[in-house]
């Protein structure tokens, strides 16, 4: 069974803060990587929900978050703008949950499924709902042009929060409506004025990813990525038990390695190119706060695990590592390269050589979402709870992704990878080895 509610809303018109303004930098970059590119989550509520319980609660989540009743229009200079002109309420799809199969399905649907950029009503966020006994299974699907992984923990926060107590009082968090520039001045001034660096860079990446990986099948290749479904992701799971969580955190604190460097360490004799998210709220021009909207960014490098010296010399040789590149030259350097001066299509080619190179054929990140529990999300209530959590971006580019984070204190594993272009067995022994090494560290 499957109904689908999107007429109905159409006649919603979600008349709050108007917004219209150009897609900011970082917004900029994640649009020109393409379609689909969505960030989608599947949460498990105990507690059955009602419709109209839950379109009370989207409509407050859109009011308190002004990007969840955007859409992207372009202006006459063919630039892409955000505007809440006609946008609608967020649209419900009601389907029939028979088994757990049911609900990864629509999962994987809303991974591959794009955003209908040429409506002029619908926003770019889109809920699935799925019933089960007294268990409510909701897929939250998000365009990543206008989200990342803390926007979605915070929205699933306020979600739970407002079905729990749906007459309190919504505070807007309207910082996304600003039309100042994101970047502070000093990373402003790295940034060019003119197309003529990138252009001479895109020049330079073709000649340097020529040397490296060859002229014609790679460069086939990576065209053949881009335009296929992508819709074969798979996902293996793992999780310590409390007490295991507790005595590595424990380990992490005593030795004053972060949590983040050292789960990057129990990766690195598998993997040792590692892309790390980095949480960017507190190093922009305004404060972001709990706001919901694009704000991370990333930092990827290569080293070696050394055998010999043991679990934590490497975990602290990582985090010497990490805290080098997690300086603003560093993190922003991206934009030096790929940025608004470029036309989205160029930035889209020169984005496809640039993570080619320094991921070196082989992207893999590992998001880190820390502890949900800190975050205030209900986890025990008489009403709505989180049962579980888990989350994945549309893989535009073949990588591999693992999702990690803490929930009821115990710590959860997520490793994305597409069974087309990676090997399930190679998949479970780098899980397996992980464990290992984090259980005898």
């Known amino acids: ?173 309207d910082t996304p409506t600003k039309k100042e520039d994101i970047f502070p001045p000093k990373v402003r001034r790295t940034i060019p004025k003119t197309s003529t660096r990138s252009k001479i860079m895109l020049a330079l990446l073709k000649v340097y990813h020529f040397f490296i990986f060859g002229f014609g099948r790679r460069r086939k290749e990576l065209e053949e990525n881009k335009n296929s479904k992508h819709d074969d992701l798979q996902i293996h799971s793992w999780n310590l038990s409390e007490s295991q969580t507790k005595e590595f955190l424990k380990k992490c604190k005593d030795r004053r390695i972060s949590v983040h460097s050292a789960i990057c360490t129990a990766f690195l004799p598998d993997i040792s190119t590692i892309n790390n998210p980095v949480d960017l709220r507190n190093r922009l021009n305004y404060p972001i706060g709990e706001s919901f909207g694009l704000y991370a960014g990333g930092t990827v490098f290569t080293t070696k695990y050394h055998k010999r010296n043991g679990f934590w010399e490497n975990a602290k040789r990582y985090q010497r590592k990490l805290i080098w590149n997690l300086r603003d030259r560093k993190v922003f350097s991206i934009n030096r390269i790929l940025n608004k001066t470029i036309s989205l299509t160029t930035l889209e080619t020169l984005g496809l050589l640039y993570t080619d190179i320094v991921s070196r054929q082989d992207p893999f990140a590992i998001t880190n979402l820390r502890s949900l529990d800190k975050l205030g999300i209900a986890l025990e209530s008489e009403k709505y709870s989180v049962d579980s959590f888990n989350a994945a971006i549309s893989n535009t580019l073949d990588a591999m992704t693992v999702i990690v984070f803490t929930l009821r204190k115990k710590m959860f594993f997520h490793f994305h990878y597409m069974e087309s272009k990676h090997d399930k067995d190679r998949i479970i022994q780098i899980s397996e080895n992980v464990i290992k090494r984090i259980l005898e560290s």
């Open 1 to 173: 069974m499957f109904i689908n509610r999107e007429k109905i809303y159409s006649m919603n018109i979600v008349s709050v803060i108007q917004m219209k303004r150009e897609l900011n930098e970082l917004e900029y970059l994640n649009f020109a990587i393409g379609q689909p590119y969505n960030l989608v989550v599947i949460l498990r509520i105990q507690g059955k929900l009602t419709i109209d319980l839950l379109e009370k609660v989207l409509s407050k989540v859109q009011h308190r978050h002004p990007l969840l009743k955007a859409r992207i229009e372009f202006n006459i200079q063919e630039i892409p703008c955000f505007t809440s002109e006609g946008v609608v309420s967020i649209p419900i799809s009601i389907i029939e949950r028979k088994n757990e199969g049911d609900t990864l399905k629509e999962f994987h649907k809303q991974l591959v499924t794009p955003f209908n950029l040429e409506s002029k009503v619908l926003p770019l966020f889109r809920v699935s709902l799925l019933f089960a006994n007294q268990n409510t299974d909701l897929v939250l699907c998000c365009q990543h042009t206008v989200t990342d992984g803390m926007s979605m923990a915070f929205l699933i926060r306020d979600i739970i929060k407002y079905l729990n107590n749906p007459t309190e009082k919504v505070v807007v968090l």
